[in-house]
């Protein structure tokens, strides 16, 4: 067994950690042997900004991930936070002698002159993504090598990150006695890991919607074609709800996960909380009225990515034909309903497929990057490895959370009043949700909804 490739994702998130160890058996299939996860340290907007916690964090999730395997890990593949990064899409032509077949070195030759374009000093390439080729004006060609022809074109996504962040990512990771094997785009990873055999035809939205940021990845035919982050996440919705309802972060995670839904229209018409605030003062709010208060801050999300891609591919009904959603965030009930409304496109959540092993510790959506990484590894091309499309064990549905319950005393700051969060049934008859389309900054429509309490 020990024989065995073994190839660890590393994934450094704005909220958590995660080491994810994978075993290559010799047919290509993976198990999972090992995980480890920690809260992130030391580490902001996806850049590491205190060295010493940041590297203690990877160590500690790196040693829990091995306890768990038995296997000490010597080398890494790390994810890289899209913010940092800067993608373009370059075209590269080779010229073909009359009468040969194009070899390998052509299409070398072709990727080549593709990445041979001017970037900024201070961007180290990450990713040289070839798309499909094009042989003589014949285009969606997969691999040209063996064809005829005179002239080769190819698309080559390119990926490049910031030198400084990267640089201060590989010193916490050898700090950390370990070695970077490579880095990949969030947004690959996660993607690997969740695609599905039937979109590997089509045009895809990936979108990981994690605990600080949002990354999207275009997967076009199983080729990551554009990426991008938004610089919001769950974090985002867990401080909207803190600072309206007046309690501690905490407090407001918790009634995120339990109660909390994207869309009005899903909550539970028959819940309301009573919620005292740090000032002392008391308030129902019905589920209705929760959801109200975190609607629009996905919406905002999810009018970000319609923006950027209606920006460099189109409009994004015309540029994909689906739409998954994937990390911790999209576990939000509702949240697949509002991304089908705002993209009018079929939207699934999606979670790692196509492993074995420790499937019910990684099947959350929230290790599809941690588990894309070791895919990843295994042909490093970018590509999800057709090995997790032969045998598909069905994974166990990720185990539901299990927060502290939110009745009883808040866990805040030592406030004279300690805030407070309680169930009382029924609710209230739910107000109806107004129509009209949010104007204006977010604040203030959220001062429109709840001027009573801010
Ligand atoms: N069941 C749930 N319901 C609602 N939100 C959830 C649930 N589980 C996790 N989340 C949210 O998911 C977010 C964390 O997601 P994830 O673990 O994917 O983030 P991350 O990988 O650390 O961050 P990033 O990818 O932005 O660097 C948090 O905001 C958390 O509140
Ligand atoms: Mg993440």
């Not at 497929?353 to 295994?378: N, Q």
Request: proline share 7%; charged share 20%; aromatic share 2%.
């Amino acid at each position: 067994m020990k024989d065995n490739p073994i190839i660890v994702g590393l994934d450094i998130g704005t909220t958590k950690i995660t080491t994810v160890i994978g075993e290559v058996a010799p047919n290509g299939t993976v198990d999972i042997i090992g995980e480890g996860s920690v809260p992130s340290e030391g580490m902001k907007r996806g850049a590491v900004v205190n060295l010493e916690r940041a590297t203690q964090a990877i160590r500690q999730s790196v040693q829990n991930a091995e306890r768990v395997s038995g296997v000490r890990v010597q080398t890494v593949f790390v994810s890289v936070a899209g913010n940092h990064a800067k993608a373009i899409t370059s075209h590269g032509l080779a010229a073909i002698r009359r009468n040969q077949e194009i070899t390998q070195a052509d299409v070398d030759r072709a990727i080549e002159n593709a990445r041979a374009v001017p970037l900024d000093p201070n961007l180290e390439i990450i990713h040289t993504l070839p798309q499909e080729y094009v042989v003589d004006g014949q285009e969606g060609i997969k691999n040209p090598v063996g064809m005829h022809g005179v002239r080769l074109e190819v698309d080559v996504h390119i990926v490049a990150g910031t030198a400084g962040p990267l640089l201060n990512l590989r010193r916490c990771v050898q700090e950390a006695g370990l070695k970077v094997e490579g880095f990949v785009l969030q947004a690959l990873a996660s993607g690997l890991a969740t695609l599905e055999a039937a979109e590997q035809a089509q045009t895809v939205i990936v979108i990981d919607m994690g605990g600080g940021t949002t990354d999207v990845g275009v997967f076009k035919r199983g080729n990551l074609a554009h990426s991008a982050v938004i610089p919001i996440g769950g974090e985002h919705v867990t401080n909207d709800l803190a600072q309206i309802l007046k309690i501690p972060h905490e407090e407001a995670e918790n009634v995120k996960h339990r109660y909390g839904a994207a869309v009005p229209e899903l909550a539970d018409p028959d819940l309301t909380l009573e919620i005292t605030s740090a000032n002392g003062a008391t308030h129902a709010i019905s589920a209705f009225e929760l959801s109200r208060i975190i609607k629009p801050r996905l919406a905002e999300i999810f009018g970000m990515i319609r923006d950027e891609i209606d920006q460099a591919l189109g409009p994004v009904e015309l540029v994909a034909q689906g739409v998954v959603l994937t990390g911790g965030a999209s576990l939000l009930r509702g949240t697949p309903e509002l991304a089908r409304d705002r993209f009018r496109l079929p939207v699934r959540l999606g979670r790692p497929r196509g492993i074995g092993g420790l499937t019910d510790i990684v099947s959350g959506p929230a290790h599809s990057t941690g588990v894309g990484l070791v895919l990843y590894g295994i042909g490093q091309d970018g590509k999800v490895p057709l090995s997790v499309f032969r045998d598909e064990p069905e994974l166990a549905p990720a185990p539901a959370p299990a927060p502290a319950p939110t009745s009883g005393k808040g866990s805040g700051p030592q406030a004279a009043v300690q805030p407070e969060v309680t169930v009382v049934t029924p609710a209230p008859a739910p107000a109806p949700e107004p129509q009209k389309k949010d104007k204006g900054s977010f604040m203030e429509r959220m001062k429109g909804i709840f001027k009573d309490w801010l």
